[in-house]
């Protein structure tokens, strides 16, 4: 069978592979039919690490899939040949102390589809846990739901930062994550939401899928677009989706006093020199986050309604183009958004 692996920075080969062994116990063989490009694959993909994580060459990526299930294993929750489901990547213990609190994305043992210690699912075919296996209806396209996994985690940064009706929301970095955010910070009750990125044709996307206005980093001011609509009060709530020193200190800068900062994106560098004294002058509360902690099954509920747009999704190349797509994204070429790589 075919998988890309990432071999080197930069570098994914399109590979024969040998398939994987008939499911045993309480394990699916799925056929993956899409799969999403997350902000984190790029960070495997740019600078193999994620964090102080270094790659495991060669390394499978790919977190955000619908499959069709060809076969289950004993005691696998009845799946059958055929149906439709979306995976979710951490497997975890559930037994820990994290696990038995209702925080399985914190697990001490888990094991993450994508990074150095599990397989992702750019690949034709793969046998995974039936607990981390959820069905999905025929009603979603592939591209709706190859969102589910990004916008479970959208659904768990509503958990540690609420946004309530009426509130106004700042959301840095265009990406696939901080589009969605946008959805959700409407879908929500903001009253204003105003998006950032330093990529122009991001800005548009992000329109369609709720932002009403847009910033374009450095060459506009952030700030004073803030300001201005906020009568100098700043807005209540900023969601970091890029994680760069300047987005956070941004972010730090146009949050309101007792207002909420979330880093939602993941830093690249690996020291941020962080304006900690503004932070607390004004008392912000500053919240880390870490997965979807299974918010898969409320992710498909709100696109099954059409409350998501999927506007973000701007290319569905084919597995064998997997290299040169996340060149593209790499590169912010020909006015990329959200990738899917679909999988015949």
């Known amino acids: 069978m075919k998988s890309v692996q990432l071999v080197a920075p930069r570098t994914l080969e399109v590979c024969e592979v040998p398939a994987p062994p008939e499911p045993g116990p309480g394990e699916v063989l799925v056929r993956p039919k899409a799969v999403g490009v997350c902000g984190s694959d790029l960070h495997w993909y740019r600078e193999g690490r994620i964090g102080w994580t270094p790659a495991a060459y060669p390394q499978v990526l790919g977190h955000e899939p619908v499959a069709e299930v060809l076969a289950a294993g004993k005691d696998a929750g009845g799946f059958h040949p055929g149906q439709r489901v979306t995976i979710e990547p951490a497997i975890v213990c559930g037994r820990c102390e994290f696990c038995l609190d209702g925080q399985?994305?914190?697990?001490?043992?888990?094991?993450?589809?994508?990074?150095?210690?599990?397989?992702?699912?750019?690949?034709?075919?793969?046998?995974?846990?039936?607990?981390?296996?959820?069905?999905?209806?025929?009603?979603?396209?592939?591209?709706?739901?190859?969102?589910?996994?990004?916008?479970?985690?959208?659904?768990?940064?509503?958990?540690?930062?609420?946004?309530?009706?009426?509130?106004?929301?700042?959301?840095?970095?265009?990406?696939?994550?901080?589009?969605?955010?946008?959805?959700?910070?409407?879908?929500?009750?903001?009253?204003?939401?105003?998006?950032?990125?330093?990529?122009?044709?991001?800005?548009?996307?992000?329109?369609?899928?709720?932002?009403?206005?847009?910033?374009?980093?450095?060459?506009?001011?952030?700030?004073?677009?803030?300001?201005?609509?906020?009568?100098?009060?700043?807005?209540?709530?900023?969601?970091?989706?890029?994680?760069?020193?300047?987005?956070?200190?941004?972010?730090?800068?146009?949050?309101?006093?007792?207002?909420?900062?979330?880093?939602?994106?993941?830093?690249?560098?690996?020291?941020?020199?962080?304006?900690?004294?503004?932070?607390?002058?004004?008392?912000?509360?500053?919240?880390?986050?870490?997965?979807?902690?299974?918010n898969s099954h409320r992710a498909i509920d709100l696109l099954v309604a059409g409350r998501i747009p999927d506007a973000l999704v701007t290319h569905r190349p084919g597995l064998e183009q997997t290299p040169e797509a996340f060149a593209m994204l790499d590169e912010y070429a020909a006015g990329v958004g959200k990738v899917v790589v679909e999988i015949p």
Not at 217 to 243: K, N, Q
């Open 104 to 294: 399985p994305n914190n697990c001490v043992r888990s094991r993450f589809m994508g990074g150095p210690d599990q397989p992702g699912l750019f690949r034709e075919l793969a046998v995974v846990p039936a607990g981390n296996v959820v069905p999905i209806p025929d009603s979603l396209s592939l591209v709706q739901a190859a969102l589910i996994e990004p916008l479970a985690v959208i659904l768990h940064l509503m958990e540690l930062t609420p946004i309530r009706v009426g509130d106004t929301v700042a959301v840095l970095g265009c990406g696939s994550i901080g589009m969605l955010c946008a959805s959700v910070a409407r879908l929500r009750g903001a009253s204003w939401v105003i998006a950032a990125d330093k990529v122009e044709h991001r800005l548009p996307l992000a329109k369609k899928m709720g932002a009403d206005a847009t910033v374009l980093m450095p060459h506009e001011s952030l700030r004073d677009a803030v300001m201005d609509h906020t009568r100098g009060r700043g807005v209540d709530v900023v969601l970091d989706a890029a994680g760069a020193t300047e987005t956070i200190n941004a972010g730090i800068g146009i949050a309101r006093r007792a207002g909420a900062f979330t880093l939602v994106g993941l830093p690249d560098e690996m020291q941020l020199n962080v304006d900690l004294h503004t932070a607390m002058a004004k008392e912000l509360r500053l919240q880390m986050m870490r997965r979807s902690c299974h």
